[in-house]
């Protein structure tokens, strides 16, 4: 407990979560001015949003938010880099449970499988900026 950084760990999350929020703006906006007529209405949006490429990309963009935040977590503890990012990732995978069944099964198991790993990444680069003191 003593090496797990609530400030770290915050603000990695934070990290995570705001940048994928900017990220998915300023994407579905640079989608609406390439493909307008696929705005029409809600179905075509629903259409647009659900296409595998579509999901897939999402979900490396989110990926790599999360290593993001995991790195964020692991630069701010200084230390338990693996502990502090991967505690991002399963701050992840509970914000995750709010949306399962939005998409397809296949997205919400990689996504599960994916999440907490690709915090720890993140903390692991993280780490090669703080490394270990010699003793």
């Known amino acids: ?15 995570d979560v705001g940048a994928t929020a900017i990220v998915v703006v300023v994407l579905v906006v640079a989608a ?23 999901l897939v990309f999402g ?6 938010c999360t290593m993001l ?7 701010i503890a200084k230390k338990a880099h693996y502990l502090n990012s991967g ?8 914000l995750g449970v709010a949306f399962v069944g939005q998409s397809p099964l296949w997205y919400d198991v990689v996504t599960f499988i994916t999440i907490i790993p690709a915090a720890m990444l993140g903390g692991h680069l993280a780490k090669g900026r703080h ?5």
């Open 59 to 64: 979900l490396v963009i989110g990926l790599l």
């Open 131 to 135: 490394p270990a003191p010699l003793n």
């Open 32 to 54: 609406f001015f390439m493909y307008p007529e696929a705005y029409a209405n809600e179905e075509q949006i629903e259409a647009l949003f659900s296409t595998t490429g579509v």
């Open 69 to 75: 935040g995991g790195f964020v977590a692991g630069s």
């Open 1 to 15: 407990m003593k090496d797990i950084s609530v400030k770290a760990v915050v603000l990695g999350f934070l990290a």
């Open 87 to 94: 505690l991002v990732g399963g701050l992840g995978v509970l």
